[in-house]
């Protein structure tokens, strides 16, 4: 059943970029050297952050979380393991993504407009090496992803500056309060734990990339004329005709590139799974039922199931939008207006 979307329920699933609220202390080390200047954000759903403190701009369950780390140049963020999909699009900077405890297994460098997926079992960190402070999306799975599992090393330097983390997953600053009664720090990483884990060296990881350079369009919109849609994460969809990404094993969403040619626009249609936009490059025009929107680079629209949505590019230079949908089998976009197919 297609419904409407009300201006306000429009306004409060839009997070512009500059107005982004991060949080400095998520994490068990935000204190340590080389570490402590990352700015983390929980756009979409509550993330793996550690601080009760972290502010979630949209708490709506979607399936998946949608999240944001900022970082100036050599800024790291140390190496840890997720319990589920991790996939990143980085909007701005050059980063490099090293794998193994001590970051030693292998690395990849990735710029503006790439993606990269890592999987579960596989310790990861990344570091701003580029001139400019960087920015990345984040996808996580789940409505719930679980806990993040540090480095043994992670544990060492929270120590000595006061950070404690607790097995309930909260992060205590001891210079500020005292442990909670009763409650146990969560047990150092061991080497013994770090040997249960995958080994990815650098050409195994950069296996799990897609340069933007390297997009190519599938099915999906790429029917529309002016628009091309392009896989990168999630399996082959029959219905939509679309070939898997080079990240094709189940993430339980999907990741796609859309680019929009100046002055394409597309028919209103509903979606039957929640879609989220994360905007790149240029502007693009979101009409829900004659309320409208224009999004800017860095700019998150979530949109939901069965409301009428219609793109257009009204600019004279092409947009670049990431879009995640729920599932790894997303339905294709119900036509309710004359379709003009692409030549």
Same mark, same amino acid.
């Given at each position: 059943m297609i419904t409407t979307f009300p201006q306000a329920d429009l306004e409060r699933r839009l997070v512009r970029y500059g107005m982004l609220r991060p949080c400095t202390t998520a994490f068990i080390d935000t204190r340590t050297p080389g570490s402590e200047r990352k700015e983390n954000f929980t756009i979409i759903g509550p993330g793996v952050a550690e601080n009760p403190d972290q502010h979630v701009h949209i708490d709506l369950p979607h399936g998946f979380n949608i999240g944001g780390a900022r970082q100036p140049p050599r800024c790291v963020n140390s190496q840890h393991s997720h319990e589920t999909a991790e996939v990143f699009v980085v909007h701005t900077g050059t980063w490099r993504f090293k794998t193994g405890h001590d970051g030693r297994d292998g690395y990849v460098d990735i710029g503006p407009g790439d993606t990269i997926s890592i999987p579960?079992?596989?310790?990861?960190?990344?570091?701003?090496?580029?001139?400019?402070?960087?920015?990345?999306?984040?996808?996580?799975?789940?409505?719930?992803?679980?806990?993040?599992?540090?480095?043994?090393?992670?544990?060492?330097?929270?120590?000595?500056?006061?950070?404690?983390?607790?097995?309930?997953?909260?992060?205590?600053?001891?210079?500020?309060?005292?442990?909670? +009664?009763? =409650?146990?720090?969560?047990?150092? $990483?061991?080497?013994?734990? !770090?040997?249960?884990?995958?080994?990815?060296? /650098? #050409? &195994?990881?950069?296996?799990?990339?897609?340069?933007?350079?390297?997009?190519?369009?599938?099915?999906?919109?790429?029917?529309?004329?002016?628009?091309?849609?392009?896989?990168?994460?999630?399996?082959?969809?029959?219905?939509?005709?679309?070939?898997?990404?080079r990240m094709g094993w189940p993430h339980g969403f999907q990741v796609r590139a859309l680019i929009v040619q100046p002055g394409a626009a597309s028919p209103p249609h509903p979606r039957a799974e929640e879609e989220v936009l994360l905007m790149h490059e240029g502007r693009l025009q979101v009409d829900c039922g004659g309320v409208?929107? +224009?999004? =800017?680079?860095?700019?998150?629209? $979530?949109?939901?199931?069965? !409301?009428?949505?219609?793109?257009?590019?009204? /600019? #004279? &230079?092409?947009?670049?939008?990431?879009?995640?949908?729920?599932?790894?089998?997303?339905?294709?976009?119900?036509?309710?207006?004359?379709?003009?197919?692409?030549?």
């Open positions: 579960t079992r596989v310790f990861r960190g990344f570091e701003n090496v580029g001139d400019d402070l960087g920015f990345l999306f984040a996808v996580l799975g789940g409505d719930d992803p679980g806990r993040v599992t540090w480095a043994p090393y992670v544990f060492e330097a929270a120590q000595r500056h006061g950070l404690v983390l607790l097995e309930s997953g909260r992060l205590i600053d001891t210079t500020r309060e005292s442990v909670p +009664e009763g =409650a146990k720090p969560m047990p150092p $990483t061991t080497m013994e734990d !770090v040997a249960k884990f995958d080994t990815y060296g /650098s #050409d &195994a990881i950069a296996g799990c990339t897609v340069k933007r350079s390297e997009l190519a369009a599938g099915g999906g919109l790429s029917e529309l004329q002016g628009f091309a849609e392009c896989p990168i994460v999630g399996v082959a969809n029959e219905a939509e005709r679309m070939a898997a990404g409208r929107v +224009e999004l =800017a680079p860095g700019d998150t629209l $979530t949109l939901p199931k069965q !409301v009428v949505r219609a793109f257009a590019n009204a /600019s #004279d &230079a092409p947009v670049t939008v990431y879009v995640v949908r729920g599932g790894d089998h997303p339905q294709p976009a119900r036509w309710v207006a004359p379709l003009e197919r692409a030549g």
